[in-house]
């Protein structure tokens, strides 16, 4: 394209934006091709863990009870994506584990990020996201947070209470029956092993 009069211009290839990782200085997106679309899952796809996202039509967890939900304020920062957090004295170590979090005020207020860990020190709160932020955390800054899922079907009963929604596949076999071989001993009825 001619940036000078951009009616100038010339179609060379046609695709669509795949991964964009963001550096200090610039970003590098991903081009993939119109064949990119072929190797896409289409349908369901077995699995043990649950494929949906927590808190969708499909789950049907509702992420605004507070019994999932929290405000907080960052306390003291421990490094560029973890720091300590009041307001969330109420709940174990683990609970926002995989969950996400909305920044409310500071630098980064209107962002979400994810969290990677959530763990509780001496009855103190340390969070840790799984990415740095745009721009640095400062002490102070508040956000809503919410509880996380770790796709597992004991998860799905225990903390949340909706086995009945779970959309995993817990109970197939893995790999393991597959790699196995016959013996001598016999066996081989098709009982559990």
């Known amino acids: 394209m001619n940036w000078a009069d951009t ?13 964009i990782r963001r550096g200090r ?34 789950c049907g967890v509702d992420l605004e009870d507070p019994t999932f939900k929290s405000s907080g304020v960052v306390v003291d920062l421990l490094r560029d994506r973890a720091f300590t957090a ?17 920044w409310t005020s500071g630098a980064n207020a209107g962002r979400r990020t994810e969290v990677l860990g959530h763990d509780v020190t001496d009855g103190i709160a340390v969070l840790t996201l799984l990415e740095a ?13 919410r509880a996380g899922c770790d796709k597992r079907l004991a998860t799905c009963g225990t903390k949340f209470a909706n086995t009945a ?23 081989h009825e098709g009982a559990v092993l």
């Not at 081009?31 to 039509?57: I, K, M, N, P």
């Not at 009041?86 to 909305?102: E, P, Q, R, V, Y």
């Not at 932020?133 to 947070?145: L, W, Y």
């Not at 929604?165 to 597959?178: E, L, T, Y």
Request: charged share 20%.
């Open 25 to 58: 200085l610039a970003f590098v997106a991903e081009v993939r091709s119109l064949a990119h679309v072929l190797g896409q899952t289409v349908g369901r796809t077995f699995q043990a863990s649950c494929d949906v996202a927590l808190g969708d039509a499909r």
């Open 86 to 102: 009041s307001g969330l004295g109420g709940f174990d170590a683990g609970w926002f584990t995989f969950g996400s979090l909305d």
């Open 133 to 145: 932020p745009v721009r640095a955390i400062a002490e102070g800054d508040a956000f809503v947070i």
């Open 7 to 19: 009616a100038q211009r010339v179609l060379m290839r046609r695709g669509a934006i795949g991964q």
């Open 165 to 187: 929604s779970f959309r995993g596949f817990p109970h197939i076999p893995g790999q393991d029956a597959v790699l196995r071989y016959a013996t001598k001993d016999g066996g």
